[in-house]
Nanobody
Framework: QVHLVESGGGLVQAGGSLRLSCVTS????????VGWFRQAPGKEREIVSA????????YYADSVKGRFTISRDSAKNTVYLQMDSLKPEDTAVYYC??????????????????WGQGTQVTVSS
């Protein structure tokens, strides 16, 4: 059984940086498409970034483009989300998700099969 575990969240001042990690166990993560989503209080879950199975193709929401970077280290079964120039509006619970089939990146949350428990990111002004 595959499990996803996020880490790296926390409290940071505006303009600061955090790096989120998503580690999997129980399967080969290196060939699974992965996405990062976030959900702020009172708002729907939204796509932040996604990466395809090779890591060569990525997607970023307009709100994070140029500030966030998604990457993967297949040897470590880990996908990262480097978040720079953080803004208060980035405050949310961040989730990683994996899809058990496919080679592209995916932006629709309903296409993902596995979800982590989430990690809180709070950006103070």
């Amino acid at each position: 059984q595959v499990h996803l575990v996020e880490s790296g969240g926390g409290l940071v001042q505006a303009g600061g940086s955090l790096r989120l990690s998503c580690v999997t166990s129980g399967s080969t993560f290196g060939n699974l498409p992965v996405g990062w989503f976030r959900q702020a209080p009172g708002k729907e879950r939204e796509i932040v970034s996604a990466i395809n199975w090779t890591g060569r193709s990525t997607y970023y929401a307009d709100s994070v483009k140029g500030r966030f970077t998604i990457s993967r280290d297949s040897a470590k079964n880990t996908v990262y989300l480097q978040m720079d120039s953080l803004k208060p509006e980035d405050t949310a619970v961040y989730y990683c998700a994996a899809r058990l089939a496919g080679r592209n990146f995916y932006t629709n949350s309903t296409l993902y099969d596995l979800w982590g428990q989430g990690t809180q990111v709070t950006v103070s002004s």
